[in-house]
């Protein structure tokens, strides 16, 4: 798998609007934290960052976003379905690795270490070298993240 995501994201980044409905929702929900993490490093309030990063990476990432992309990940060819699967995948990874830096100072570094040694994408050697990720309000749909709050209590 390393290897298809080195190849993954040197090639052109495919534009948020043409991915999946499932990749739209979770770069959404990284935009929503992006924002909710940065409001709390302004209050002071690292347990409330730390958490709000634990429960998108636990709940909407791995138990969720992961999980329903497992064919993506595996299946046949180099599509572009795929390729924005991995993109995503990426951007998510790198972003919390950066947003959480503050607060597992080491572990987040190794984890952007390991992306970037395989990717080259960041000039930077670590994660507290590299800017703060800044949120992109055109990237968060509260409507299609309310879609999979329903959807979510209805398949538990």
Not at 20 to 30: G, P, Y
Not at 134 to 154: C, M, V
Request: proline share 4%; net charge neutral; with cysteine.
């Amino acid at each position: 798998m390393p290897m298809l995501m080195a190849s993954s994201t040197k090639k052109k980044e495919i534009p948020v609007s043409e991915r999946a409905e499932i990749d739209r929702w979770i770069i959404s929900l990284l935009n929503s934290l992006v924002k909710e993490v940065t409001r709390c490093y302004e209050d002071y309030d690292l347990t409330r960052a730390a958490r709000a990063i634990q429960d998108f990476v636990t709940e909407n990432l791995s138990n969720w976003y992961v999980r329903l992309n497992r064919k993506r990940y595996w299946g046949g060819e180099q599509s572009k379905d795929k390729l924005a699967a991995y993109q995503t995948l990426y951007t998510c990874i790198e972003t919390v690795s950066k947003l959480a830096a503050p607060v597992a100072p080491f572990y987040m570094d190794q984890i952007f270490m390991d992306l970037n040694g395989v990717t080259g994408k960041d000039p930077e050697d670590s994660v507290h070298l590299t800017r703060f990720p800044s949120y992109d309000q055109s990237l968060i749909d509260a409507g299609l993240e309310r879609e999979w709050i329903l959807l979510r209590r209805y398949h538990r």
